[in-house]
């Protein structure tokens, strides 16, 4: 079984739309979480970060249910310039020093005019 | 700030060939690793670094060595590449802290191709 599972899409929305896309972790003992952002050939970027009451960021939201191991990202009144790959991405601290990020494959978003 | 900077980014071996991928970040933070990412699948951690002198596997490490002088640099090398070495390489740095959300940066990646 993966550690992060996504479905991969390919997502094809109107401008306009509201879609959702859903995840699911393998690790119960993932303490940070956060969606990245990644356009076709690009580097990945923070999209957010996932706090556990769950948060909004503009037209983003996010939630965390810790007991499902589920992270979900809702994005309303989709643009055009939202088109790319969404990278769910649970992290847990590792003793050494760090926090290992796992991610999972990613959902492909299309929006269309 | 350049933030983190990956040289080259594209480059084509033959089979058996080795060659050093550069990564350097001006940011002071003390992690930096290396991710390779294939069609379909996540980004995999190659190695990692919380500190200068430090170095440490992640999941995907054979083939490839690195090290860490200074905080700054942190390079990949490929010691006789072989076609499944075929990747996309990411760079990325993050500062370290416990029970923090520790954003990490990701470098524009290099394309390898091995033949």
């Known amino acids: 079984r993966k550690e992060v599972e996504q479905d991969p899409g390919p997502f094809n929305v109107p401008e306009g739309a509201t879609v959702a896309f859903n995840c699911t972790y393998s690790?119960?003992?993932?303490?940070?979480f956060f969606w990245y952002r990644q356009d076709c050939r690009k580097e990945p970027k923070l999209l957010m970060s996932v706090y556990s009451s769950g948060n909004e960021d503009g037209r983003f939201t996010a939630q965390l249910n810790r007991a499902s191991q589920y992270i979900s990202l809702l994005i309303r009144d989709s643009k055009l310039s939202d088109s790319a790959t969404y990278l769910c991405?649970?992290?847990?601290?590792?003793?050494?020093?760090?926090?290992?990020?796992?991610f999972g494959a990613g959902t492909r978003l299309a929006v269309h005019p | 700030n350049a933030g983190v900077t990956q040289t080259p980014k594209f480059q084509v071996l033959k089979t058996g060939q080795s060659m050093t991928l550069q990564c350097a970040q001006d940011?002071?933070?003390?992690?930096m690793s290396w991710y390779r990412q294939d069609p379909g699948m996540g980004l995999r951690l190659i190695h990692y670094?919380?500190?200068?002198?430090?170095?440490d596997q992640g999941e995907v490490p054979n083939g490839y060595n690195v090290s860490r002088s200074t905080t700054e640099d942190f390079p990949l090398r490929l010691l006789s590449a072989a076609p499944s070495q075929t990747s996309v390489y990411f760079c990325?740095?993050?500062?370290?802290?416990?029970?923090?959300?520790?954003?990490?940066?990701f470098g524009p990646g290099t394309r390898l191709t091995v033949l």
């Open positions: 990325a740095s993050s500062y370290s802290r416990r029970n923090s959300y520790n954003e990490q940066f």
């Open positions: 991405v649970p992290s847990t601290w590792i003793s050494g020093g760090y926090n290992k990020l796992i």
């Open positions: 940011m002071n933070h003390e992690y």
């Open positions: 670094s919380v500190g200068a002198g430090i170095t």
């Open positions: 690790n119960s003992a993932s303490q940070s």
